[in-house]
């Protein structure tokens, strides 16, 4: 019988892309201003840490990243989002990227 891999990529190029429209879109929108709302790339984590004085305004910028993602054509199945964080004055989250597929789901 024969055996096959089954292989997860994703595209860092397209997530940096993304990452780079949805941190212009986030500084420009009026909604966003005076929020502190704000897109960091964590390269050790291989993820984007979202910060925001809300958890409303979290959210909407996740939703903006979410969307570019999709645009670039990047699979949201290879997204793990982490716990919504209060740091004193303002709200956090980590999205990483899963790069292939845990031994457990294959």
């Given at each position: 019988?024969?055996?096959?891999?089954?292989?997860?990529?994703?595209?860092?190029?397209?997530?940096?892309?993304?990452?780079?429209?949805?941190?212009?879109?986030?500084?420009?929108?009026?909604?966003?201003?005076?929020?502190?709302?704000?897109?960091?790339?964590?390269?050790k984590?291989?993820?984007i840490?979202?910060?925001?004085?809300?958890?409303?305004?979290?959210?909407?910028?996740?939703?903006?990243?979410?969307?570019?993602?999709?645009?670039?054509?990047?699979?949201?199945?290879?997204?793990?989002?982490?716990?919504?964080?209060?740091?004193?004055?303002?709200?956090?989250?980590?999205?990483?990227?899963?790069?292939?597929?845990?031994?457990?789901?294959?």
């Amino acid at each position: 019988m024969p055996s096959f891999d089954i292989v997860n990529k994703v595209n860092e190029q397209e997530v940096d892309n993304a990452f780079q429209q949805a941190r212009k879109e986030i500084e420009q929108r009026y909604d966003f201003k005076g929020t502190d709302t704000h897109l960091e790339k964590k390269d050790k984590e291989k993820g984007i840490q979202i910060r925001s004085s809300t958890e409303q305004r979290l959210e909407a910028a996740r939703e903006v990243l979410v969307q570019k993602l999709a645009k670039r054509g990047v699979s949201l199945r290879g997204v793990k989002y982490g716990t919504v964080e209060q740091s004193g004055k303002t709200m956090q989250q980590l999205l990483t990227f899963v790069q292939g597929i845990e031994t457990e789901k294959a």
